[in-house]
Each structure stands twice: as structure tokens, then as C-alpha cells.
């Protein structure tokens, strides 16, 4: 025989069983505790957890988690009932029972964990009293739900490690030294994602907006947590560190509702007053009429006499905070520009050199 088990026994009430009696009596416990089991999870999935998410709970995180944990409650009881099943057999070989607690001690730690790490909308809920803007950046959101899993894994990796008789606390201690060596390595590289944290939360521009940056103009086409990308209107496309962004001034253009049309006319010095007066008349109503220019910002005004020609200060809104669309816009107004000049015979003037000859 490969292995005997000895000193049976199996007592209920006033009645002592032993030998095979009583190994029966303990198989059939077994039986009754894993079929209990099985009912309390039945009535789990059946009855206790439809009742308790059809009901209206007063916060949220409650109906977050009684769904989270929903599947691994009923397991934890269904395991449950295994290992009291398990446990209440007679074990030939004596380490068993202690095997058997910690396999049962770490299913029960995945189960929680798995509970804890499908709870992740949990974590949203810090931001429940910031504005729309920020609860609805998908960027800020992702950060938060991956944060809050990798800290569940990694509480699960440890309490399993603790359970199994790992040395935890020399592996922290060491992992603490690691993790200062790569901090200091990498300062530049956190300084950034802290200061991507801040742009998603301060949101002072969005994908899509034309900004200024330093020297750097351009449509916002990417922004994630090191650095920003931006294209400018020769197609290249430069990518600024987040912290360089947050040292910088920032101009958005895509906030403001119109754009500044503005320059310097220069007309030839052989205009008569009477032409200039009218020019100007005539510019103004253009701008006024306008569909592209905001009412009431057109101004035609004379504002120097320059070495080779008479200026004129030229100046509107456009109704647009688009790059494209303004530079179409400033385009048409440009060509009646120079439709206006021609219809009032006036010429545009250019740097010019006069040579008089004495006799």
C-alpha cells in the first residue's frame, strides 16, 4: 500500500465514529459543506446581487464595486466551500492542511484584486467636482483607470508574495533603492509627465487649436504625457517637451473669436488729397461690407509720409479663428484692395530713386 491514514475519528453529538466509519462520515461532510457552497453561490448570482444592483444607492462608488464584485464574490464563497471540504478530510501526509490554507488564502487575494481591478471607474470619481472639460478628457481619464490597476496588481503581486513566504519586505527595500537610482535618472523625463498631468488638468489648449509656443506656431495635432507635437503651415511638425511648454508663454489662438487683419498701404506721392480722401471712403466701405470682417472694426486712416510713399494704416477683424480659413479671407480682401485702387486710378508705391539733372 502506497499510504495508510491513521487516527480517524469523527464525533457528532454523543456518537464517536472510527476507522472507515468515521472517514466515511467525513467524506460525507465534505460533501455537505461543498454542496452549501454551491447553493450560497446560486443564491449570490440568483438572488443577493440582482437585488442589490437593482437598488439606488446613495454613492456611487457602491454600485461600482457591488458590480465589480459581483463574479469574484460568487467564487470566493464557492472556493470556500472547497477548502472546508478539503480541510475537513483526514490527510495522510501532515503539510497538506497548511498547503491547502494558503492555496486558499491566495485564490481568495486574486479574487478580491480581480474585484478591485475591474472597480477602476472608481477612481473617475476624484474627479466628480472639476469642471466638464476635465471629467471628459479622455487622456486624463486613461492615466487615472491605468494608475489605479497597476496599483492593484501591485498589491496583489505583493500580498500573494507575503502569502507564499516570499521576504517582501527586503525585495521593498531593495525596489525603494532601485526606484531612487531611476528618479534621479530620470528627472527630466517625470518633470515632463507631471507637467503633462498639469496641461490636461489646466487644459490651456486642446488638439486641434493653432497655438503659439516661444517660436514655435502651429495646429495642435497631438499631446500626450511627454510632449506635444505641433504642424505649422509648412507641414513639418516639432515636438515640444511638456516642461518646456509649461516655462513658455502660451498663445491660443483658437480662443479668441476673430484675427487682426492689418498692414501698411503705400500710395504714390503724385495722389491728390481728394484721391486719398475717397481711397480711404472707399476702403472702409469695402471692409464694412464685408461678410468676412467684424462690423465696426474697419479702419482706413493716413499715418506717415514715408521716403517713397504716403501710408496708409489698413485694419479690420476677420470672423474666424482658423488659420486656413483666415488667410482665405484675408486673400479676397486683398484682391478688392487692389480692385479699389484701380477703380480710384491710384498706384501703389514702391522704393524709388529720383535722378535730377543740372544743365
Known amino acids: 500500500m502506497i499510504f495508510t491514514i491513521q487516527n480517524l ?31 450560497a453561490r446560486a443564491l449570490l448570482r440568483k438572488k443577493i446581487f440582482p437585488k442589490l444592483l437593482a437598488h439606488s444607492w446613495h454613492f456611487e462608488a457602491t454600485g461600482i464595486l457591488l458590480r465589480s464584485f459581483a463574479l469574484p464574490a460568487e467564487r470566493m464563497v464557492w472556493l470556500t466551500g472547497i477548502y472546508f471540504a478539503l480541510a475537513s478530510l483526514p490527510w495522510a501526509i501532515a503539510p497538506v492542511p497548511k498547503f491547502l490554507l494558503v492555496v486558499y488564502q491566495m485564490a481568495m487575494t486574486l479574487c478580491i ?43 496583489g ?33 517625470a518633470s515632463n509627465i507631471f507637467s503633462g498631468i498639469i496641461i490636461l488638468i489646466d487644459k490651456p489648449f486642446a488638439v486641434g487649436d493653432w497655438i503659439l509656443v516661444g517660436d514655435v506656431e502651429g495646429e495642435v ?62 476702403l472702409t466701405a469695402m471692409l464694412e461690407a464685408s461678410p468676412s470682417v467684424e462690423k465696426g472694426s474697419a479702419l482706413v486712416r493716413l499715418t506717415s509720409f514715408g521716403d517713397s510713399s504716403i501710408n496708409l494704416l489698413v485694419s479690420a477683424y476677420l470672423l474666424t479663428n482658423q488659420a486656413g480659413t483666415f488667410l482665405q479671407m484675408q486673400n479676397d480682401l486683398n484682391l478688392n484692395v487692389m480692385d479699389v485702387m484701380q477703380k480710384n486710378n491710384v498706384d501703389f508705391a514702391f522704393p524709388s530713386t529720383t535722378v535730377y539733372l543740372s544743365k
Not at 466638464?132 to 483607470?145: A, G, Y
Not at 519586505?169 to 534621479?184: F, K, N
Request: proline residues 1%; glycine residues 8%; positive net charge.
Open 221 to 282: 495635432i497631438d499631446i500626450n504625457f511627454r510632449s506635444i507635437k505641433i504642424r505649422s503651415l509648412d507641414k513639418t511638425v516639432s515636438v515640444i517637451t511638456n516642461s518646456k511648454v509649461c516655462s513658455s508663454t502660451i498663445v491660443n489662438c483658437a480662443m479668441r473669436s476673430t484675427r487682426p487683419y492689418k498692414f501698411t498701404l503705400g500710395v504714390t506721392y503724385n495722389t491728390s488729397r481728394a484721391k486719398l480722401e475717397q481711397l480711404m471712403a472707399d
Open 113 to 155: 484584486c480581480k474585484g478591485l481591478y475591474h472597480a477602476s471607474d472608481v477612481a473617475t470619481l476624484l474627479l466628480k467636482s472639476c469642471g466638464e472639460e476635465i471629467r471628459s478628457n479622455k487622456t486624463l481619464l486613461s492615466l487615472l483607470d491605468t494608475t489605479y490597476k497597476v496599483l492593484v496588481v501591485i498589491l
Open 157 to 189: 503581486v505583493a500580498t500573494i508574495a507575503q502569502e507564499s513566504g516570499f521576504p517582501i519586505g527586503s525585495i521593498v527595500a531593495g525596489a525603494g533603492l532601485i526606484g531612487l537610482t531611476i528618479s534621479l535618472a530620470a528627472q527630466e523625463t
Open 9 to 39: 475519528g469523527f464525533a457528532i453529538g454523543g456518537f464517536l465514529l472510527e476507522g472507515w466509519l468515521a472517514f466515511a462520515a467525513r467524506c460525507v461532510c465534505a460533501l455537505v459543506l461543498l454542496a452549501l457552497g454551491a447553493v
